[in-house]
T-cell receptor, first 112, second 112 residues
Framework: ETGVTQSPTHLIKTRGQQVTLRCSSQ?????VSWYQQALGQGPQFIFQ???????GRGNFPPRFSGLQFPNYSSELNVNALELDDSALYLC???????????FGPGTRLTVL | KQEVTQIPAALSVPEGENLVLNCSFT??????LQWFRQDPGKGLTSLLL?????REQTSGRLNASLDKSSGRSTLYIAASQPGDSATYLC???????????FGDGTTLTVKP
């Protein structure tokens, strides 16, 4: 059984650019959540996907969007990057209906 | 709106000491509470999950308790070791919809 994987590990972008982060769920998990973690803070919920549909969203603007694919892998897209978007982006997967979340190693995004 | 607080923000103890980490939350109508460990720059490792109907969970040297009426959870670590040094985060879910609210964590240093 493989765990949650994320790519890339690190990414550097400039303000105004767009970025796509990727996540592969743990085997058998059909629900994926994305979180943003600023330095020294706890993760903040961005949104969740279940069976390819967004079914929950935190307090993030529409320039944060996502996709979930039939194999339950997921993407997080961020448009018009701002300096404050610099953070560790975490993906978590679980089996829908159960709430133990399993996290990937994260993608460190730096916006210059 | 659920708010989660973890005090203290940092804790330093000598090896072998038993210690307690605290997590408090404002909305007691929770679905579950999960404790995580995070090493610097890494993802989150699930330690213990307590369902709302449970009072405690144990895994090895770790014991987590839940008191919904007072809005508190504690993570007890027995016989601490230098390898326990990390940031410990608690996350509260108010529904089974996957969104969790995190505290900002307690950074633990265990000195040899």
């Amino acid at each position: 059984e493989t765990g949650v994987t994320q790519s890339p590990t690190h990414l550097i972008k400039t303000r105004g650019q767009q970025v796509t982060l990727r996540c592969s769920s743990q085997s058998g998990h059909n629900t994926v959540s994305w979180y943003q973690q600023a330095l020294g803070q706890g993760p903040q919920f961005i949104f969740q996907y279940y069976r390819e549909e967004e079914n929950g969203r935190g307090n993030f603007p529409p320039r944060f969007s996502g996709l979930q694919f039939p194999n339950y892998s997921s993407e997080l897209n961020v448009n018009a990057l701002e300096l404050d978007d610099s953070a560790l982006y975490l993906c978590a997967s679980r089996i829908g209906g159960y709430n133990e979340q399993f996290f990937g190693p994260g993608t460190r995004l730096t916006v210059l | 709106k659920q708010e989660v607080t973890q005090i203290p923000a940092a804790l330093s103890v000598p090896e072998g000491e038993n210690l307690v980490l605290n997590c408090s939350f404002t909305d007691s109508a929770i679905y579950n509470l999960q404790w995580f460990r995070q090493d610097p720059g890494k993802g989150l490792t699930s330690l213990l999950l307590i369902q709302s109907s449970q009072r405690e969970q144990t895994s090895g040297r770790l014991n987590a308790s839940l008191d919904k009426s007072s809005g508190r959870s504690t993570l007890y670590i027995a016989a601490s070791q230098p390898g326990d040094s990390a940031t410990y985060l608690c996350a509260v879910a108010n529904t089974n919809a996957g969104k969790s609210t995190f505290g900002d964590g307690t950074t633990l240093t265990v000195k040899p």
